[in-house]
């Protein structure tokens, strides 16, 4: 059973930092693609990274480049995100969530990195930006 545990959010001051980590379990770790999600209240769920680590591909969306940092653990099928210089705009539950990638044919749900790519989610964990 393909199973996603994220871990880490919680109330920051803009400015801040966070860490959150997606502990995934059930599955051959390098043969799919993890995303990181975010959805904010009233707000449809969006794709903030995503990358495939057997692949090499990793995709950031433009209104956290140079904030975000997607970072994969094999060893340990875990998947982290950096959050660095933290705006109220970033306030949002986020998920993390898998998709197989059999081949370099499915790169898409990592270029594309849209919710309807993937297959499993995690429950999600709360990131408040205060300002």
């Known amino acids: 059973e393909v199973q996603l545990v994220e871990s880490g959010g919680g109330l920051v001051q803009a400015g801040g930092s966070l860490r959150l980590s997606c502990a995934a379990s059930g599955f051959t770790f390098d043969d799919y693609a993890i995303g990181w999600f975010r959805q904010a209240p009233g707000k449809e769920r969006e794709g903030v990274s995503c990358?495939?680590?057997?692949?090499?591909?990793?995709y950031y969306a433009d209104s956290v480049k140079g904030r975000f940092t997607i970072s994969t653990d094999n060893a340990k099928n875990t998947v982290n995100l950096q959050i660095d210089s933290l705006k109220p705009e970033d306030t949002a539950v986020y998920y993390c969530?898998?998709?197989?990638?059999?081949?370099?044919?499915?790169?898409?749900?990592?270029?594309?990195?849209?919710?309807?790519?993937?297959?499993?989610w995690g429950q999600g964990t709360q990131v408040t930006v205060s300002s």
């Open positions: 969530a898998a998709a197989r990638v059999r081949s370099q044919l499915r790169l898409w749900v990592v270029s594309l990195c849209r919710p309807a790519g993937y297959a499993y």
């Open positions: 990358t495939s680590s057997k692949y090499g591909s990793t």
